[in-house]
Nanobody, 121 residues
């Protein structure tokens, strides 16, 4: 499985940005796709996750109400729509694939290379 995240960039506070992750090979029905982020000098943290075959989702508190995770099974992609961005959202964002709808990084076994999101104040 290969994951390719893209869509990062430099935006201003309050702007929106949409990240996408291209997935090589169709995920099995019970797979879970997640987004994590890592800010400079900080631990990697969970952002959102979605089950591939259902609409079950899980969000970090920091993402609730601002971010929306979705998947396109026809295109084999998972996306993260980020609205009302804040400077504290600045981080490298990673997509990941696992099998449990959890916020724990060790439950995700495949990782993309990350895409940088920078939010200026």
């Amino acid at each position: 499985v290969q994951l390719q995240a893209f869509g990062g960039g430099l935006v201003q506070a309050g702007d929106s940005l949409r990240l996408s992750c291209a997935i090589s090979g169709r995920p099995y029905s019970s797979a879970v796709m997640g987004w994590f982020r890592q800010a400079p000098g900080k631990e990697r943290e969970f952002v959102a996750a979605i089950r591939w075959s259902r609409d079950s989702t899980n969000y970090a508190d920091s993402a609730k109400g601002r971010f929306t995770i979705s998947r396109d099974r026809a295109e084999n992609t998972v996306s993260l729509q980020m609205n009302s961005l804040k400077p504290e959202d600045t981080a490298v964002y990673y997509c990941a694939k696992g099998s449990v709808l959890t916020s724990l990084a060790y439950d995700y076994h495949y990782w993309g290379q990350g895409t940088l999101v920078t939010v200026s104040s």
